[in-house]
Nanobody, 119 residues
Framework: QVQLVESGGGLVQAGGSLRLSCAASGRIFSINAMGWYRQAPGKQREWVAR???????AYADSVKGRFTISRDNAKNTVYLQMNSLKPEDTAVYYCNVIDRRPSGSYDNWGQGTQVTVSS
């Protein structure tokens, strides 16, 4: 069982910045990709960013150039630096970690952290 603990959410004005963190612990075998998703009220969860075990990154078009994903493998932690925040970035942000085991790859999700951007 892998546990994910997120932190760093909060209330910020438009144009501001926040940094989210997600630390993985527990029975980790081999962390593969790590990523972030978000879900705004009344909308489906959407993918935001991803970073592979080789630190290759990818971003949704809506956040490209404003958000930066990074990871610290020694700490099993993934970060999301969010700059130039917009009211439409308001959502609950969830981290996702894929644990690769001999039996297959398994998705693990954090509990979510609220990000609210005021105009």
């Amino acid at each position: 069982q892998v546990q994910l603990v997120e932190s760093g959410g909060g209330l910020v004005q438009a144009g501001g910045s926040l940094r989210l963190s997600c630390a993985a612990s527990g029975r980790i075998f081999s962390i593969n990709a790590m990523g972030w998703y978000r879900q705004a009220p009344g909308k489906q969860r959407e993918w935001v960013a991803r970073i592979t075990s080789g630190s290759i990154t990818a971003y949704a078009d809506s956040v490209k150039g404003r958000f930066t994903i990074s990871r610290d493998n020694a700490k099993n932690t993934v970060y999301l630096q969010m700059n130039s925040l917009k009211p439409e970035d308001t959502a609950v942000y969830y981290c996702n970690v894929i644990d690769r085991r001999p039996s297959g790859s398994y998705d693990n999700w954090g509990q979510g952290t609220q990000v609210t951007v005021s105009s």
